[in-house]
């Protein structure tokens, strides 16, 4: 199982990537919704994303309680070491 640090990197280039913005500008700490522009189609299809990576089922209601990319990384962490 990867330690935070790794999960944070990978998750990271994840949703870079589905959301077409350099590595660079995504921080950990920033609002997936209000500073990295995500709704919740494009929330679906990086709980999909991660669903498919690490072999894990995200709960869509989870969405509304995960704002940053720590939120998600914790969660995704949370529900690997289960």
Do not use: C, H, W
Request: proline share 5%; hydrophobic share 45%.
């Amino acid at each position: 199982m990867p330690d935070k640090n790794v999960l944070t990197r990978e998750i990271s280039e994840l949703v870079a990537k589905i959301i077409k913005l350099p590595l660079e500008k995504i921080n950990p700490q920033a609002n997936l919704f209000n500073d990295l522009g995500i709704d919740s189609l494009v929330g679906v299809e990086i709980f999909a994303a991660i669903d498919k990576k690490y072999r894990i089922e995200v709960p869509e209601n989870k969405l509304r309680s995960v704002q940053t990319i720590a939120d998600l990384v914790a969660t995704v962490q949370g529900m690997l070491n289960k």
